[in-house]
């Protein structure tokens, strides 16, 4: 099941994620924006499979979203790698420590390419018991 919905938005595409916590929430963006750039095109075995840390500091949490989806759509397109996996070690509003882990791109069927994160719409809200955000994905 998907913890995401595809927003329509001219030209490019967003996401809206939910979350309980912080870490659900950037968790879950994390999932979604690798998701919808590829698919597993077959079987990864463990030998194959990579892992990096991510270590980041922002001014706010917002920012600090933007600057996890930005390190991973960098660091994806420097090594060459599709990521599936991640977990969040350690997370306040300021700093994230995480591990992101996938397997390079030949094991993926490529459906579409993400220039940048962008500023526009996103902004975390607190809805009841959980948190929402909307992103914005140039292509």
Not at 111 to 122: D, F, S, W
Request: glycine share 4%; aromatic share 8%.
């Amino acid at each position: 099941m998907k913890n995401y919905t595809l927003i329509d938005h001219t030209a490019d595409f967003g996401i809206q994620i939910k979350g309980k916590d912080y870490k659900e929430l950037f968790t879950r963006a994390a999932v979604a924006m690798f998701d919808v750039v590829a698919q597993i095109g077959h079987k990864i075995k463990p030998s194959e499979k990579k892992e990096i840390r991510v270590e980041l500091e922002a001014e706010n949490a917002d920012d600090l979203l933007l600057c996890w989806l930005s390190e991973l759509i960098s660091i994806s397109d420097a090594k060459n790698l599709i990521f599936k996996d991640f977990k969040i070690l350690k997370l306040t509003e300021k700093s994230l420590s995480a591990k992101a882990s996938g397997a390079q791109r030949k094991h993926f069927i490529i459906e579409r390419e993400i220039k940048a994160v962008t500023y526009h719409r996103l902004k975390i809200k607190r809805e009841g018991r959980q948190y929402k955000v909307e992103i914005i994905f140039d292509v």
